[in-house]
């Protein structure tokens, strides 16, 4: 089992920044591949970014490349979802999630946090 849980949530206007953390605990953090998704209302939940067990590969959906980045620290058993010049449409709930692969499919990972709420306002 591996334990996630997500801080760094909040209200921002639009332009701002972010910082969402994810920190694991339970089994060996650096085997695997983490994932970034979010929810907004009335919608299902989308892929964001993942980043590999490494660390050395980074994918993103194209509405946040440029602006969001994915970084881990395997010593810290920590996952970071960088995010820079938000824009309302990027208002949800963000989870982070541990799998096997860093792919885009959310039933390919096998832990999931409980969401922290970020707010964009115009």
């Known amino acids: 089992q591996v334990q996630l849980v997500e801080s760094g949530g909040g209200s921002v206007q639009h332009g701002g920044s972010l910082r969402l953390s994810c920190a694991a605990s339970?089994?060996?953090?650096?085997?695997?591949?983490m994932g970034w998704f979010r929810q907004a209302p009335g919608k299902e939940r989308e892929f964001v970014g993942s980043?590999?067990?490494?660390?050395?590969?980074?994918y993103y959906t194209d509405s946040v490349k440029g602006r969001f980045t994915i970084s881990r620290d395997n010593a810290k058993n920590t996952v970071y979802l960088h995010m820079n010049s938000l824009k309302p449409e990027d208002t949800a709930v963000y989870y982070c999630a541990a799998g096997r692969v860093p792919v885009t499919v959310t039933n390919a990972y096998l832990y999931w946090g409980q969401g922290t709420q970020v707010t964009v306002s115009s």
């Open positions: 339970g089994r060996t953090f650096n085997n695997y591949a």
């Open positions: 980043i590999s067990w490494s660390g050395t590969s980074t």
